[in-house]
Nanobody
């Protein structure tokens, strides 16, 4: 089992920045990649970014490319999402997720952290 806990959400003005953190515990040695998803009010959950543990290979949704950066600290089993140039459209609950296999579904999920961007 893997347990994920997000933190760092909050209220920020448009154009500002936030840094989200996701701490993983449990059987973390079996993980292949960790990622971030978000769910806006009245919308379906959407992919934001992911990073592999070994190679640090990253992938981003088109809507956040150039603004968001995903990174990791392997020693602390923690993944970060640096969010810059935030827009009101970025307002959502952000979820951390983890997967043990390439191309497979995300098996583990955090509880979510709220991000609100004001105009």
């Amino acid at each position: 089992q893997v347990h994920l806990v997000e933190s760092g959400g909050g209220l920020v003005q448009a154009g500002g920045s936030l840094r989200l953190s996701c701490a993983a515990s449990g059987r973390t040695s079996s993980l292949y990649a960790m990622g971030w998803f978000r769910q806006a009010p009245g919308k379906e959950r959407a992919f934001v970014a992911r990073i592999t543990w070994r190679g640090g290979s990253t992938r981003y949704a088109d809507s956040v490319k150039g603004r968001f950066t995903i990174s990791r600290d392997n020693a602390k089993n923690t993944v970060f999402l640096q969010m810059n140039s935030l827009k009101p459209e970025d307002t959502a609950v952000y979820f951390c997720a983890a997967t043990g296999t390439a191309g497979g579904g995300y098996e583990y999920w955090g509880q979510g952290t709220q991000v609100a961007v004001s105009s």
